[in-house]
């Protein structure tokens, strides 16, 4: 079923989750211990994250460096089909314009479809660690708006080589397609209306509904719904939330994904003398978010677990 069709047909507030695919070398069942716990609350679908290739540079016997591309989490495919054969709940690929050219992606999405996988997330990916700014592949997508246009196009029956123009009368392509959206503007954009306005692009091309990056304070996310809405995008908000599990993110979370900390958490977080009540407070936080998210009327919520899904589950015990 397709993500569009839970958010239209919930009668409560559900809840997803994206998860991270596994370090190479570790076993898909490290995946399913972190699920099963989840699957009793019945989650409509759940995401899994893709991980671009990175770059490191190991040393040579003559003392030199030498360049090499590595993929720490692949799999993201493969864990989809996995999640929906062993739950039969519906997964959620992320699939990004980094590390692709459009041959590529239309290659993956031909394989979304073999799987019976019509929903994705779409998003343009980070600048790689050893880059400062985003570069897409040759013959790849610079922007999510653009691969949100070759999915759509898809849908239409038009793929990249004319020779198979035939299959416009009957496209086998039905993707839902999500997109990103951030409450207090992606770190690259110069104001919020500009986001806004490539938002607005992200959805005139095709998009179905949005998931927020994640946000601390729910009064963003509010003020971000009807900015939204008074720029014409009509389509369902998912938010984002995601407990914070250590000091340490205080720092990195804001400088990463562009984001404030309300001064309450962060005192409360600094006050804490280990780490267990540092996840408590993090938890108990989300929750409180949660609650008043959920009394607000809204589907959806989603939660980021960044590998750490125990701190999911009690969220999702003390609210659905
Ligand atoms: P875009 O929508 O392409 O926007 C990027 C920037 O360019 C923005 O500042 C926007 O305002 C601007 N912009 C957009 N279109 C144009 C245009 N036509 N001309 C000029 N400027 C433009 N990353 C991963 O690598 N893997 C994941 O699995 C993953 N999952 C994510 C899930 C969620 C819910 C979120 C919120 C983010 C996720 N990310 C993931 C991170 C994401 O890839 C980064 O935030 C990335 O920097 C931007 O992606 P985007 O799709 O929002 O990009």
């Not at 609650?291 to 960044?306: A, C, V």
Request: with cysteine; proline share 6%; charged share 30%.
């Amino acid at each position: 079923m397709k993500v569009i069709d839970h958010i239209l047909q919930a009668k409560k507030t559900l809840f997803s989750f994206e998860i991270l695919p596994p370090l190479r070398g570790h076993d898909i069942k490290d995946i399913f211990s972190t699920l099963d716990p989840l699957m009793e609350f019945n989650p409509p679908f759940i995401d899994v994250t893709y991980h671009r290739e990175e770059f490191i540079y190991v040393e040579k016997d003559n003392g030199l460096l030498q360049r090499k591309k590595i993929s720490r989490r692949p799999g993201t495919v493969g864990i989809c089909a996995a999640i929906m054969n062993k739950y039969g709940v519906d997964a959620v690929p992320h699939l990004i314009c980094g590390g692709f050219n459009k041959q590529m992606t239309e290659n993956a999405l031909i394989d979304l479809n073999f799987l019976g996988i019509d929903n994705v997330l779409v998003l343009r990916g980070d600048p790689l660690k050893s880059e400062s700014n985003f570069f897409p592949k040759k013959d790849g997508h610079q922007y999510a708006v653009d691969l949100v246009k070759q999915i759509k196009d898809l849908n239409r029956g038009k793929y990249l080589d004319k020779t198979f123009i035939e299959q416009q009368e009957f496209p086998l392509f039905d993707f839902c397609i999500g997109v990103a959206g951030y409450p207090e503007k992606h770190l690259e954009a110069p104001n919020i209306e500009s986001d806004l306005f490539f938002l607005k692009k992200k959805v005139e091309n095709g998009a179905d509904y949005i998931v927020t990056q994640m946000f601390f304070d729910n009064k963003k996310y509010f003020s971000f719904v009807k900015k939204c809405r008074s720029e014409g995008i009509s389509i369902p908000i998912i938010p984002g939330i995601k407990p914070i599990s250590s000091k340490k993110q205080l720092n990195s979370l804001p400088s990463r994904f562009y984001l404030n900390i309300p001064n309450e958490l962060v005192k409360e977080i600094e006050k804490a003398k280990d780490k267990k009540i540092v996840s408590d407070i993090g938890i108990d936080w989300a929750i409180h978010q949660s609650k008043e998210l959920k009394d607000s009327g809204i589907e959806i919520i989603h939660y980021y677990t960044m590998d750490k899904p125990k701190a999911i589950t009690k969220i999702v015990q003390a609210v659905y």
